[in-house]
């Protein structure tokens, strides 16, 4: 018999899922790159039905198990698949369900097949007394589901690792796209990247701990508790990401022969840089831009920001400094990784910071003020930016400035 603890909790956790799938998927503009987390989510409900299936409705406690087993492996890919497909700059198209994503589900829909004919006697051997099944079908079904559980334990570990890089790339994109990184947009999709490690990280770690000293890490209140919070957290944060973080990229558009910006006399825009990349010198190989193009686009996007003084508006973007200057996005990305050396949030913050020490020398306005005054959306932001820049901290160079 079921505590009456776990029995609320796994409740709770269900009705939690109820709720929140249908809200995730209202809205028609975000519903594409949310149906893999109601995919996870829904799996999540299917499971958590396992702390009472058994105690309320014994009799159907082995239909139960032939569709919660593959269910499991759903869990991997489709949680996986939602990163993915909110932390990228390519169509959502991409980032729908992929059966070739989903590679442990077909083994073990075969599985199930099997356990769907077994006798009532060697199912409760192998789900509820965990005995040693009798017969040679029932022992090749019990290894092929611990060499399944055992694959799909590896599948979550390379999903912690997946996610994790795929935080990086997706740090360095909004760099490329965002002037300030303050956003609660931004917040948010890290935060479900972050719960999302966690979930993954707690399964690992109750999965082999548990096997490793013969008992459970955690009791299955505890467990379904953990689940309970870590998996409203994830509903939380997705329904703040109402929009697409990244503008899907055009692959035509940098291919195409049409020049951008208008002839002129390049200019020279006085801003620090780090070497390109490899990866950045193969993404543009195929761009109609030349050294002369280069050269007019980095003088309007140099006008932009020192006449218009763009890099006062907090929110900015490459958007907003493509529509100012009238350069598409693609070829100001590249002019200003490939001419400039430098990506589009630490070269807004490049005019930022030269603006904030003008102001620093000049007067004894707070730090604070200062930074909110020339674009920064936090102090802390400006602080790390500024020491990046010149070495030292605001306070520091206004005191050797002095």
């Not at 009472?52 to 406690?61: A, F, G, K, R, S």
């Not at 920001?305 to 200057?325: C, G, I, P, R």
Request: net charge positive.
């Amino acid at each position: 018999m079921a505590e009456p603890i776990v029995l609320v909790l796994t409740a709770m956790l269900i009705g939690q899922v109820a709720l929140s799938v249908p809200v995730l998927l209202i809205k028609q503009s975000t519903r594409a790159y949310r149906i893999p987390l109601v995919v996870f989510l829904s799996a999540c409900g299917v499971l958590a039905l396992n702390a009472i299936v058994p105690v309320v409705l014994p009799d159907w406690y082995q239909a139960y198990t032939v569709i919660g087993f593959p269910v499991l492996f759903v869990l991997c890919p489709a949680l996986r698949l939602y990163i993915e497909g909110i932390t990228t700059h390519k169509s959502r198209t991409l980032y729908k369900l992929n059966p070739k994503k989903f590679v442990l589900l077909w083994p073990a829909i075969v599985v199930a097949s099997i356990i769907a004919i077994l006798p009532s006697h060697q199912h409760q051997a192998l789900f509820i007394t965990d005995e040693t099944p009798a017969g040679l079908h029932a022992v090749g079904l019990a290894g092929a589901m611990l060499a399944l559980i055992c694959a799909w334990l590896v599948e979550c570990g390379l999903t912690v690792v997946a996610i994790a890089k795929r935080l990086v790339v997706f740090r360095t994109e909004l760099k490329a796209h965002y002037s300030n990184l303050d956003d609660s947009r931004i917040f948010a999709t890290k935060r479900l990247v972050f719960i999302s490690m966690c979930i993954w990280v707690l399964a690992l770690s109750c999965a082999f701990l548990s096997s490793l000293f013969g008992h459970a890490l955690l009791t299955l209140g505890a467990e379904i508790l953990t689940a309970l919070i870590l998996i409203w957290s994830l509903t939380f944060f997705a329904m703040q990401q109402t929009t697409p973080l990244l503008i899907p990229e055009l692959d035509n558009e940098i291919n195409s022969g049409n020049a951008q910006g208008t002839p002129g006399t390049p200019g020279t825009p006085g801003t620090p840089g780090t070497p390109g990349t490899q990866d950045t010198l193969n993404k543009y190989h195929k761009s109609a831009l030349n050294k002369e193009r280069s050269a007019r686009i980095v003088k309007k996007v140099t006008s932009a920001m020192q006449d218009d003084k763009l890099y006062l508006d907090a929110e900015l973007t490459l958007q907003k400094l493509s529509d100012a200057s009238g350069v598409s996005t693609n070829y100001l990305s590249q002019v200003l990784n490939e001419t400039l050396k430098v990506n589009f949030f630490d070269f807004v913050n490049h005019w930022r910071i030269e603006a904030a020490k003008a102001r620093l020398l000049a007067g004894t306005e707070s730090v604070l003020h200062i930074a909110l005054e020339v674009g920064f959306n936090a102090r802390s932001s400006f602080y790390k930016a500024f020491k990046k820049e010149t070495g030292l901290t605001p306070s520091e160079y206004r005191r050797v400035g002095k």
